[in-house]
């Protein structure tokens, strides 16, 4: 059974930063694409960036909110991806969902975290 | 590119058959473009990749069709479970997007 799961949410202070883990089993880790999704209550989803695979250079892409303040990583090894977030300001409270995807035999998979809250307050 | 989905609420009877509509600012053929439906406190669910193919596990009363810069997800005969939020998402080239989404609900 594939599972995600994410953690690190919590409260942090306009300007801090926080680290979020993306733990994932039930599928070869290797293999997939990793995104990083948020959506601020009661709005709609935002994309934050991708963890690309070892055979797509390792690469990572950023939505224009992440770009220069957030940082994808990921750790084949442990299964795990990271967002490491700087700046973090009161309109990026949401609850950020790791989502990951791989081709089968089947297709194109797609697995979605239950998300971790982030409240950016003071 | 920009996403936009239409109508923002659409009203419909179980049974019935529902059409939504997303609208892309550019033309980017018909690959890498997915659709999700959402339940209130729950993740996403991957329905729709690559405009037309079903995600595994999906009832074939999902379907999507389009390309170039009209998109649609349509669901036949809505069960009471169908009834949430769908969102289109574009996955070409970076950044990749969301559309608003839209609401449907059970009228």
């Known amino acids: 059974e594939v599972q995600l799961v994410e953690s690190g949410g919590g409260l942090v202070q306009p300007g801090g930063s926080l680290r979020l883990s993306c733990a994932a089993s039930?599928?070869?880790?290797?293999?997939?694409?990793i995104n990083w999704v948020r959506q601020a209550p009661g709005k709609g989803l935002e994309w934050v960036g991708r963890?690309?695979?070892?055979?797509?250079?390792?690469?990572?892409q950023y939505g224009e909110p992440a770009k220069g303040r957030f940082t994808i990583s990921r750790d084949d090894s442990k299964n795990t991806v990271y967002l490491q977030m700087n700046s973090l300001q009161t309109d990026e409270t949401a609850v950020y969902y790791c989502?990951?995807?791989?081709?089968?035999?089947?297709?194109?998979?797609?697995?979605w975290g239950q998300g971790t809250l982030v409240t950016v307050s003071s | 590119i920009v996403l936009t989905q239409s109508p923002g609420t659409l009203s419909l009877s179980p049974g019935e058959g529902a059409t939504l509509s997303c609208r892309a600012s550019?033309?980017?053929?018909?690959?890498?473009l997915a659709w999700y439906q959402q339940k209130p406190g729950q993740a996403p669910r991957f329905l729709i990749y690559?405009?037309?193919s079903r995600a595994t596990g999906i009832p074939d009363r999902f379907s999507g069709s389009g390309s170039g810069t009209e998109f649609t997800l349509s669901i036949s005969r809505l069960e009471p479970e169908d009834f949430a939020v769908y969102y289109c998402?574009?996955?070409?080239?970076?950044?990749?997007?969301f559309g608003q989404g839209t609401k449907l609900e059970i009228k």
């Open positions: 989502a990951a995807y791989y081709y089968d035999d089947s297709g194109l998979r797609g697995f």
């Open positions: 039930g599928f070869t880790f290797s293999i997939a694409w």
């Open positions: 963890s690309n695979r070892k055979t797509d250079g390792e690469t990572v």
């Open positions: 550019q033309n980017f053929g018909s690959t890498y």
């Open positions: 690559d405009t037309s």
């Open positions: 998402h574009y996955y070409g080239s970076s950044p990749f997007t």
